[in-house]
């Protein structure tokens, strides 16, 4: 079955600081990975996506990585603000032509000034 | 805003009603997704339509909900007699490709139409 597992559930960060998401995936065949950032109440948006030959793509002060040997992908974000306060979801899509993608339960982040 | 549009925002309905959602999509993209999302979860895949065809389905989705795109521009997802499991914010997406397979195949999202089954 395919799984997508991130990492931490929750985080709480200074204005200011750096931070690092992580998102563990199984599934196969790979297509692409996909990060999206959620406030409270809205709907996603992407942030960055990733396919099997990309292993970094940055955003402004969002950096998404990608391990494909390793099935492990990370978002940094740098010198965070009260607006990045919001979940962060990983996406992967598999190859093949069918289009079900699996998402994670996202990590919660708040930014305290 | 995104440029996609969902009607209701918010909806109450008692176990048993029936309840339908509408999503219009960004007019030039062919692709429209529905998600559904419950509190502190990821959202999950329902189904997906090409222009007016539907071509993915989840298993997710049981034989009380049913989604139509009649003219290949806004859909409409119908669940019939709600059940309190139901209750989840709806997402709606549209795209211009398949979402995913290219760089300019980006998914935009709606608000969402929160559903509440009293």
């Known amino acids: 079955k395919n799984q997508v597992e991130q990492s931490p559930q929750s985080l709480i960060i200074l204005e200011g600081k750096n931070c690092t998401l992580q998102c563990n995936y199984t599934v196969s065949p790979f297509s692409n990975l996909r990060w999206y950032k959620q406030d409270t109440g809205r709907g996603p948006v992407s942030l960055t996506i990733m396919t099997f030959s990309e292993n970094t793509k940055s955003n402004g002060r969002y950096t998404a990585t990608l391990d494909a040997d390793t099935k492990q992908s990370s978002l940094h974000i740098t010198a965070s603000q009260l607006s990045d306060s919001a979940s962060y979801i990983c996406?992967?899509?598999?190859?093949?032509?069918?289009?079900?993608?699996?998402f994670g339960r996202g990590t919660s982040l708040i930014v305290h000034p | 805003d995104t440029g996609v549009s969902q009607d209701p925002r918010h909806k109450i309905t008692k176990r048993g009603q029936n309840v339908t959602f509408r999503c219009d999509p960004i007019?030039?993209?062919?692709?429209l997704y529905w998600y559904r999302q419950t509190l502190g979860q990821g959202p999950e895949f329902l189904t997906y339509?090409?222009?007016?065809?539907?071509?993915?389905k989840s298993r997710l989705l049981s034989d009380r909900f049913s989604a139509e795109r009649p003219k290949g521009s806004f859909s409409t997802l119908e669940i019939q007699r709600t059940e309190q499991g139901d209750s989840a914010m709806y997402l709606c997406?549209?795209?211009?490709?398949?979402?995913?397979?290219?760089?300019?195949?980006?998914?935009?999202f709606g608000p969402g139409t929160r559903l509440t089954v009293t």
């Open positions: 007019s030039e993209h062919n692709r």
């Open positions: 997406a549209s795209s211009l490709g398949l979402a995913g397979t290219g760089p300019s195949y980006e998914q935009y």
């Open positions: 339509f090409q222009n007016e065809a539907q071509l993915e």
């Open positions: 996406v992967v899509s598999e190859s093949g032509g069918s289009y079900i993608p699996t």
